[in-house]
């Protein structure tokens, strides 16, 4: 089976991220570049942490075992979505996210744990660097240079827009084991395992300063 580790998002982020959607849909539907855009649903919004590939049922035992363990040793995280921007670049956008900031350094740790369990069951090591974002939109397949230019930088107009409101921090706490299945319509998620990060909180003196 097809399956990723990632965090849920609580109601509130889930509001705010769809908002920010809206926006651009806005922004883009007035330049009539909305159709070239392929946006994700408030229901598979989530904060990937480790795209696993395929998986049996021995390796998935395994994992949830691990990510048992590991949960109990990590408290759940303050973060808030802020930024937005495109990959690979802006020039020439395939993916449109939302940028995560908080407690980043806790979720660097997090997610370098799960890197280790994930090369236990027999995984090959990512060749990327960990960049926490939120996938908000893809763009078409077939869409030109020119409109991936344009559609770029509306994006990075509103990005870089003055804040309307002041972002919502979030606790977040569940660690999902999703499985993911391709379908004509796009990717639909199902949760295989859901672990709660249920450490002890830092004292103020250990936690990180943003």
């Excluded at 030109?144 to 930088?153: F, T």
Aim: proline fraction near 7%.
């Amino acid at each position: 089976m097809r399956a990723f580790i990632a965090l849920a998002l609580p109601n509130a982020a889930l509001h705010q991220i769809t908002t920010v959607q809206r926006l651009l849909v806005q922004q883009l539907r007035a330049q009539q570049l909305d159709h070239s855009i392929r946006w994700t649903r408030a229901d598979n919004l989530h904060l990937t942490l480790r795209f696993l590939g395929e998986i049996d049922d021995v390796q998935q035992l395994s994992l949830e075992q691990k990510l048992t363990k590991l949960a109990q040793q990590h408290a759940p995280l303050a973060l808030f979505v802020d930024g937005m921007g495109c990959f690979p670049s802006a020039q020439r956008p395939s993916v449109i996210w939302c940028g995560i900031q908080g407690d980043l350094m806790a979720l660097a740790r997090l997610q370098a744990e799960i890197d280790r369990a994930v090369s236990a069951i027999g995984l090959p090591a990512e060749d990327k660097p960990f960049k926490p974002h939120l996938t908000i939109g893809r763009v078409q397949r077939n869409a030109n240079a020119s409109l991936r230019h344009a559609v770029g930088a509306v994006v990075m107009q509103v990005g870089t827009a003055p804040q309307r409101s002041a972002p919502v921090t979030v606790m977040t706490s569940e660690l999902i084991l999703m499985q993911s299945a391709l379908t004509p319509s796009g990717a639909t998620y199902t949760p295989l395992g859901v672990f709660l990060l249920a450490g002890p909180t830092p004292s103020r003196d250990q936690r990180p300063i943003f």
